[in-house]
C-alpha cells in the first residue's frame, strides 16, 4: 500500500533532483527544466496531502484545486521564460548562462 510517505519521498527526491540540477548546471534550457521539476514536486506533495486529509471521510479536494492553479501558471511562466530563452540565445547565440552577465548588452 502506498502511504503518504512514500509520496513524500518521491516528491523530495524530485525537488533535490531539481535544485541540485539549478545549481550544477550551466545550460539555461537545462536549469529551466529542472525548475519545472521543483514545481512539480511541489504539486506533488500537495496532492498527496489532499488525498490523504480526509473531510468526512472524503478526500479534500482544496489543494488538487489549488494545483489546477499552479499547472495554470506554469504554463504561462513556460510561454514567458521560453520567450526569454529565446531572445537571449538571438542576442548571444549561446545557452550558456555563463555567457549572460549583464542584462543590458
Not at 531539481?18 to 525548475?35: A, D, E, F, K, Q
Not at 511541489?42 to 489549488?66: C, H, I
Not at 499552479?70 to 513556460?78: D, G, L, R, S, Y
Amino acid at each position: 500500500m502506498v502511504t503518504l510517505n512514500h509520496y513524500l519521498l518521491v516528491s523530495g527526491l524530485l525537488f533535490s533532483i531539481g535544485l541540485v540540477g539549478v545549481v550544477v548546471r550551466r545550460n539555461i534550457l537545462t536549469i529551466y527544466m529542472c525548475l519545472e521539476m521543483m514545481l512539480s514536486a511541489a504539486n506533488l506533495t500537495l496532492v498527496a496531502f489532499s488525498r490523504f486529509r480526509l473531510v468526512e471521510g472524503l478526500p479534500d479536494y482544496n489543494a488538487q484545486a489549488l494545483v489546477f492553479f499552479t499547472i495554470t501558471v506554469a504554463a504561462a511562466e513556460v510561454a514567458v521564460g521560453l520567450a526569454i530563452i529565446v531572445a537571449l540565445f538571438r542576442a548571444r547565440q549561446s545557452v550558456d548562462i555563463t555567457t549572460v552577465e549583464k542584462l543590458k548588452g
